[in-house]
């Protein structure tokens, strides 16, 4: 056993870790006064001295430009802008935060908060450089304003041969007349380039992912160690044209994996959603010899795909491409529901198995599997067919946000998740939790309370999927802003331009908990044969954990919470129970950050596991 020294020195050692995650990660921000509270307040029109902005009317618009107190999302002040008439442009009423410093051939984030007084009313965002040559624009069109504040957010990259920035927000647009829009925290940011940094999950026995997109790359390879393209892999984004192949992105995923040695999986061969409009205006037979094609091609290009999803949400209702579910019409080409009621899926699998190496694990994917028993039964059903014909290698649970509990309107509970993972462990195949996110109060972006609320869902629900034994790897489905759930305020790293606690205590849980390699067999969902007391998840925690232990007979148990110097602290188990898997938490709110020891005892088991609670 460790002395107390010991114990003590990795408990410093460990937020000492966390320490430093924070002063290291940060973006800068370059831009000045985007959130204009360095402005006093102004009359309107009166706006000529405002540091950092430059305002112009063109064209005969008429408009003010006022800085504001009455309205704000961050801070106490905002720019208002009052249309009364439009320009012949969509820049003749413009607000342009000039000049910044940037690097050429660099990363760089666009985001800003805006509202109106109205509903359709209209904007559009820009960044570009002096020459007038845009950079990007957010949506890369116009976007539509409401009444709430909304989150805008570009990722975009500084061609070569440009050192100097400038935003314009332009307004000129007829549904803007008579009506105000509000502008807030205006921010252009870039990462601090810093020492390597090793992903989360460098060196463990499950790798930690995420999507690759333009919004998503900045500091990827610091945090994560499996990429999977987030829609430059489905067939519509490929080839949207028929026989015209857009490769660019979805290139670009692949060697940053490849390039890297990160473990590649390719979203996705066949779903009902974002695939080529034109496949419906063909004959069945063409469909198939075009779905071939399709998939040749991906095998020609991508020789060495670690992770194919070759079916995506093929449960009844989900996004089936017959024509009903989602605009995608091609089932029949591969067999429609036949004899088995999946005869389309097992079609696109052997396909599957024919074309791409033997070395290319292939895996079905779905949402509103985990805490869901029905679900897991019909998804079981096809898997186990595809088994038998030895046509899958691996288990996708998409585990988003409505379905694992995080979101505020889903019921799914760790536990009924953790059925959900033992159920589909029955079939003997590695499971992947292949599209993971985390809400925090879309209600209340960026807020403490959205951190603490998030904080305490990833707590919850992240150790049920890693230190499960039959899951080999956890994708998030984004962790910056930009990510599909972005207004559901799901990002792990801030708006503030700093990991959020939830990310914090992401990277600290991965790097002390105890898991296994996954197993190929299936889970025994008998009686256990043996005693056993499991580490505690989340850990570390704060306040609370839960504990889980096996014991084979009935007998009574005692399980309690020690000090490092042995004091009792807590009693959680003593009493008689049955035999079985147990799971209890442990509510630490009323003691010290530090390291505690839990202690199991029957008639015939005596363990004892450490835990860290940090405060």
Sequence with gaps: MRTLFTKILTSLILALFLSITVSFAQDVVVNTNGSFEDSDVTASGDTASVEGWTFELQDDAV???????????????????????????????????????????????????????????????????????????????????????????????????????????????????????????????????????????????????????????????????????????????????????????????????????????????????????????????????EIEEWFQAVNDRYPDIDYLEVVNEPLPGHNRPNGVENDADYWDALGGEGETGFDWIITAFQMARDIFPEDTKLMINDYGIVGNSSAVSQYLQIINELKERGLIDRIGVQAHAFSNGSAQASGTTPGSIKRSLDQLATAGLPIQATELDIDGLGSDPGSDESDDYQLRKIQDIFPVFWEHPMVEGVTFWGWRLGMWRSSEDAMLWGINGRPRPSLEWLEAYVDTA????????????????????????????????????????????????????GREVATLIDSRISAGQKTVQFNASNLSSGTYLYRIQTSEFISTRKLVLIK
């Design 63 to 289: 408009a003010t430009f006022a800085i504001v107190d009455s309205v704000s999302k961050d801070g106490s002040r905002s720019l208002a802008v009052s249309v009364t008439a439009t320009g012949a442009n969509e820049y003749s009423i413009q607000a342009i935060n000039e000049p910044f410093s940037v690097q050429e051939e660099k990363n760089y984030t666009l985001s800003l908060w805006a509202k109106s007084n109205a509903t359709g009313t209209t904007a559009n965002f820009t960044v570009g450089n002096p020459s007038f040559d845009e950079f990007g624009r957010i949506g890369n069109a116009d976007v539509s304003l409401t009444e709430e504040w909304q989150l805008f957010s570009l990722g975009f990259t500084v061609p070569a041969g440009n050192t100097e920035g400038r935003a314009p927000l332009h307004f000129s647009f007829s549904g803007n007349v008579d009506n105000t829009i509000f502008i807030d925290s205006v921010r252009i940011t870039t990462p601090v380039e810093r020492p390597d940094y090793d992903p989360i999950a460098e060196g463990k026995a499950k790798w930690l992912g995420n999507v690759h997109s333009s919004t998503q790359l900045e500091r990827f390879l610091d945090y994560w160690n499996q990429i999977t393209p987030e829609n430059s892999g489905k067939w519509g984004s490929v080839e949207g044209t028929r026989d015209e192949m857009n490769w660019d992105q979805l290139d670009a995923a692949y060697n940053l994996a490849k390039n890297n040695e990160l473990p590649f999986r390719f979203h996705v061969l066949v779903w009902g959603s974002q695939q080529p409009g034109w496949i419906n205006d063909l004959t069945p037979e063409e469909q198939l010899e």
């Design 514 to 565: 105890s898991v296994i390699p996954v197993s190929n067999e299936p889970i025994n969902q008998e009686l256990p044969s043996g005693f056993s007391l499991e580490q505690n998840y989340p850990n570390p925690f704060n306040p609370t954990t839960n504990i889980s232990f096996t014991i084979p007979n009935a007998d009574y148990v005692q399980l309690k919470v020690f000090d490092m110097v």
